[in-house]
């Protein structure tokens, strides 16, 4: 099936910068949608951004403008730059994607275990 590996978290001070990204691996024939979601403790997982058909992109309200997602269609691997960060963009950052994975239409629709972004200082 398919993998998806996160890497970048970390600890940052107010106002500094992070780069995440998510590197999917497996029979995957292309790529439909991938994107990031965040969880904060008590509260729901949210979308953060996404990318879908490798074209159209969507952010939440909250990080417009700040963050910034794109995506290496060759090897499926997509990445989040986020800038000025807030301490309220404390959370668990998961990968999230959706692949094809063959010609029938077979898809796969899976998240990464995750990787903790901790603004404070």
């Known amino acids: 099936q398919v993998q998806l590996v996160e890497s970048g978290g970390g600890l940052v001070q107010p106002g500094g910068s992070l780069r995440l990204s998510c590197a999917a691996s497996g029979r995957i024939l292309s790529m439909n949608e991938m994107g990031w979601y965040r969880q904060a403790p008590g509260k729901q997982r949210e979308l953060v951004a996404l990318?879908?058909?490798?074209?159209?992109?969507n952010y939440a309200d909250s990080v417009k403008g700040r963050f910034t997602i794109s995506r290496d269609n060759a090897e499926n691997t997509v990445s989040l730059q986020m800038n000025s960060l807030k301490p309220e963009d404390t959370a668990v950052y998961y990968c999230?994607?959706?692949?094809?994975?063959?010609?029938?239409?077979?898809?796969?629709?899976?998240w990464g275990p995750g990787t903790q972004v901790t603004v404070s200082g």
């Open positions: 999230n994607g959706e692949f094809r994975l063959d010609t029938y239409g077979t898809t796969w629709h899976g």
């Open positions: 990318i879908i058909s490798g074209r159209d992109t």
